[in-house]
C-alpha cells in the first residue's frame, strides 16, 4: 500500500509542475534591462557622456549669493554708497571700543542694480544658467562622441559652469569717465578630476572665460536700441566660452 501511495503522490506531483500555456511564460525570469543608451543599438558599446551643471561655487571657496539672471550696472553712487556703509559700520565698531572694521572691496565685487530703463529685458538677460547649460552640454558631447581618445571610461564628476554674472561697470568715480562703462563677465568652467581624492593638492582642472570689454564706452552707446548691445556682448562671450571649453576637453576630462 505504501507503494502505491507513493506512486499517487509522484504522478500528482509531476501534474502540478507541468507546463501549461500562459502559466509557464509568468514563472520564467524577465530578461536583464539593457541600459538606455544601448537598449537602441544592440551590441554597440554605450554612449559615454558626461553631466554638465550650473552651480554659484567656485573652486577657491567662493560663491554668488544668487543666481544672475540679469545683466546688472554698478554706477559709482552704488560705491559711494559702500564707502559710506563702511564708515558707518567704523564709527560704530570705535564707539564699542571693538576697532576698525576693515572690508575692502573692488568695485568689481559690487552687486549693482537693475537696469530699469529696459523695454524688452531679452536685451539683459542673463541666460548662464538656463539655455547656455543645454548648449554646452551638446557641444561638449558631440566634442566627445567625434573624439574616441576623450573617452577613457564613465565619468562620475559633472562638468561644473560657475558664476557667469555679467555686469556694466564704471570706468571712473568722477571726472569725464564717471559715464564711461565697460562690460565685465565672470565664468568659470571646471570639473573635478575622477581621479581625485581627499589628499590630492588640485583636484579640478579649470578654464576661465572671464571678459572684460577692451574700450570703455558712454553708458547712451550701450543703451542704444534698448541695450542690444549688451545682448550682443553675452552672447558673443558664451559663443567663445563655449569654443574655448571645447579646445580644453584633453585637459578637462583627461583625468
Known amino acids: 500500500m505504501k507503494h502505491i501511495a507513493l506512486a499517487a503522490v509522484i504522478v500528482l506531483n509531476g501534474c502540478a509542475t507541468q507546463p501549461s500555456g500562459s502559466q509557464s511564460s509568468a514563472a520564467a525570469p524577465a530578461p536583464?534591462?539593457?541600459?538606455?543608451?544601448?537598449?537602441?543599438?544592440?551590441?554597440?558599446?554605450?554612449?559615454?557622456?558626461?553631466?554638465?551643471?550650473?552651480?554659484?561655487?567656485?573652486?577657491?571657496?567662493?560663491?554668488?549669493?544668487?543666481?544672475?539672471?540679469?545683466?546688472?550696472?554698478?554706477?559709482?553712487?552704488?560705491?559711494?554708497?559702500?564707502?559710506?556703509?563702511?564708515?558707518?559700520?567704523?564709527?560704530?565698531?570705535?564707539?564699542?571700543?571693538?576697532?576698525?572694521?576693515?572690508?575692502?572691496?573692488?568695485?568689481?565685487?559690487?552687486?549693482?542694480?537693475?537696469?530699469?530703463?529696459?523695454?524688452?529685458?531679452?536685451?539683459?538677460?542673463?541666460?548662464?544658467?538656463?539655455?547656455?547649460?543645454?548648449?554646452?552640454?551638446?557641444?561638449?558631447?558631440?566634442?566627445?562622441?567625434?573624439?574616441?581618445e576623450l573617452k577613457p571610461?564613465?565619468?562620475?564628476?559633472?562638468?561644473?559652469?560657475?558664476?557667469?554674472?555679467?555686469?556694466?561697470?564704471?570706468?571712473?568715480?568722477t571726472g569725464d569717465e564717471a559715464n564711461l562703462y565697460k562690460m565685465n563677465t565672470e565664468l568659470t568652467i571646471y570639473k573635478r578630476k575622477e581621479d581625485a581624492g581627499l589628499f590630492t593638492f588640485n583636484p579640478f582642472v579649470e578654464v576661465s572665460c572671464n571678459r572684460v570689454s577692451e574700450k570703455a564706452l558712454p553708458l547712451e552707446d550701450w543703451a542704444k536700441d534698448d541695450y542690444v548691445m549688451v545682448q550682443q556682448w553675452v552672447d558673443e562671450t558664451l559663443d567663445q566660452c563655449s569654443k574655448k571649453v571645447v579646445g580644453a576637453l584633453p585637459d578637462l576630462l583627461a583625468s
Open 32 to 148: 536583464a534591462a539593457l541600459p538606455a543608451s544601448t537598449a537602441a543599438t544592440g551590441d554597440k558599446d554605450p554612449e559615454i557622456k558626461v553631466g554638465v551643471a550650473y552651480t554659484t561655487k567656485f573652486t577657491n571657496g567662493s560663491y554668488l549669493k544668487e543666481v544672475p539672471e540679469e545683466v546688472f550696472i554698478v554706477r559709482p553712487k552704488n560705491t559711494q554708497n559702500n564707502v559710506a556703509a563702511q564708515v558707518a559700520l567704523n564709527m560704530f565698531m570705535f564707539a564699542l571700543g571693538g576697532g576698525l572694521a576693515v572690508n575692502g572691496f573692488d568695485k568689481g565685487d559690487l552687486k549693482g542694480d537693475k537696469l530699469d530703463d529696459v523695454k524688452d529685458r531679452k536685451h539683459v538677460r542673463n541666460p548662464v544658467s538656463t539655455d547656455y547649460i543645454g548648449k554646452l552640454s551638446k557641444e561638449i558631447n558631440a566634442a566627445l562622441q567625434a573624439r574616441a
Open 153 to 173: 571610461g564613465a565619468f562620475k564628476n559633472s562638468v561644473m559652469v560657475a558664476g557667469g554674472s555679467s555686469t556694466l561697470i564704471y570706468e571712473s568715480l
